[in-house]
């Protein structure tokens, strides 16, 4: 089973209600797995790529919650990370 799927439609449901306890949530597990499970990183991002969540993490860089704008920049550092390195391709 892969968690990506429920990650992405949590996310999007979640943004589109403004809820911040569950953005800050989704995205602190996202920011987790993605810390500890780096080897599969151009898996995990495909998979958020596919889904949307891309686009989603590069809009809540500006959200009004700190936290919020915290986490998705690091998601997205972790992200552009790896494409800098040649280790993913990124389509964004």
Not at 13 to 35: Q, Y
Request: glycine letters at 4%.
């Amino acid at each position: 089973m892969k968690p990506f799927p429920a990650f992405c439609d949590l996310l999007i449901k979640a943004e589109k209600i403004a809820d911040k306890k569950l953005l800050n949530t989704i995205l602190a597990g996202i920011f987790g797995v993605s810390l500890k499970a780096q080897e599969y990183s151009c898996s995990i991002f495909e998979e958020f790529e596919q889904c949307g969540s891309i686009d989603i993490f590069i809009r809540l860089k500006s959200h009004d919650d700190e936290n919020i704008r915290i986490l998705s920049q690091g998601i997205l550092y972790f992200y552009d990370h790896h494409a800098t390195d040649n280790t993913c391709s990124k389509r964004y």
